[in-house]
């Protein structure tokens, strides 16, 4: 069963008449209902090009947050091979809102990182919807010690409304952790590639995504903030989300004009969600070519390229 958003009320009115003339026609062998639901089919495609042709800046948030959208559980089903989980940052505890471990993609040997939110109530619970603890990127730490250590790429799959803000958190240096959790992304001596795959939030999000590339889907975000914390805190207002959607400029596309995304993987008609395994092949493909490129440069180089691309961040695109 699709999961409509609310821009698409039209859309899931008219696939929903086009399914229940089928499911009479199951019901009746008699009944031809074929054209019928093949026009109907047409208009469905007609209005879902045209919702996503011109998709605001606040409705790209709503598809970066759809709950049918692969998430890094997903992609490292999809894309990698012989992946080992490694838990806890041997410390305090396993933090399951951060899962990573040993993987091959292809005939490349990497470590992958990345944020889970989980699929229903009850892995969205376990995984605290992504909100990682001090200790989920302390286990980011350590993990890409240990790919540093053995020359491995490291490849970090974002997907996160922000680390969590919680009163343990904080207690267990949140900050502090998040911002060790940066410097080690900057210290590697070996390739990081950074995909957002549906929702960048804040300092959760850069702190696995200061890398030598970053790679966004055509419908993810990434933000400092939120736009319903951004609306509260300007207009202590939440349902200013729109307004504040428009000037965080989130958007994949206005990230690319800044210099802050270095590629933007286009994503099927109607959004990753639509159809999770033609998403997840393109973000495979994007990954094994960057690998490639990146393989040619020296530890040295990857260090300075990355620094220099985060020193450059505000410099470019002001214009737009």
Not at 78 to 95: K, S, V
Not at 117 to 140: L, Q, V, W
Not at 149 to 178: C, H, M, N
Not at 247 to 270: F, H, M, V, Y
Request: glycine share 8%; charged share 30%; aromatic share 4%.
């Amino acid at each position: 069963m699709t999961n409509y958003l609310e821009f698409e009320r039209t859309l899931a009115e008219i696939e929903g008449k086009a399914e229940e003339l089928r499911a009479m026609a199951r019901d009746n062998e008699e009944m031809d209902v074929k054209a019928e639901a093949n026009a109907l089919d047409k208009k469905a495609s007609e209005i879902l090009d045209e919702l996503y042709a011109k998709l605001t800046p606040w409705r790209k948030c709503q598809v970066a947050r759809h709950p049918d959208r692969p998430h890094c559980k997903d992609y490292i089903k999809a894309l990698f091979q012989e992946y080992t989980p490694l838990a806890g940052d041997r410390n305090f505890a396993d933090d399951h809102a951060v899962m990573g471990g040993l993987a091959r993609l292809g005939d490349v040997p990497v470590m992958v990182i990345g944020h889970e939110k989980g699929n229903d109530t009850k892995s969205r619970i376990a995984r605290n919807f992504g909100m990682a603890r001090p200790e989920g990127y302390r286990k980011a730490i350590r993990l890409m010690d240990l790919a540093d250590r053995f020359g491995l790429p490291v490849i970090s799959l974002i997907d996160t409304p922000g680390a969590y803000p919680g009163k343990g958190a904080e207690e267990r240096g949140q900050s502090e952790a998040i911002a060790r959790s940066t410097e080690k992304c900057l210290q590697l001596k070996v390739p990081l590639i950074s995909v957002i795959i549906g929702e960048g939030g804040s300092g959760g999000a850069v702190a696995f995504a200061t890398a030598n590339k970053l790679v966004m889907l055509e419908h993810s975000i990434y933000a400092v903030i939120s736009p319903e914390g951004c609306a509260s805190i300007l207009w202590k207002d939440a349902e200013k989300m729109r307004e504040a959607a428009e000037a965080l400029r989130l958007t994949a596309q206005d990230l690319k004009n800044l210099g802050i995304c270095d590629k933007i993987i286009s994503e099927p008609k109607g959004g990753a969600h639509r159809d999770p395994i033609a998403t997840m092949q393109s973000v495979g493909k994007a990954l094994v070519k960057i690998l490639d490129d990146l393989a040619k440069k020296s530890p040295s180089g990857l260090m300075h390229d990355r620094r220099q691309k985060f020193l450059d961040v505000g410099t470019k695109g002001l214009a737009a």
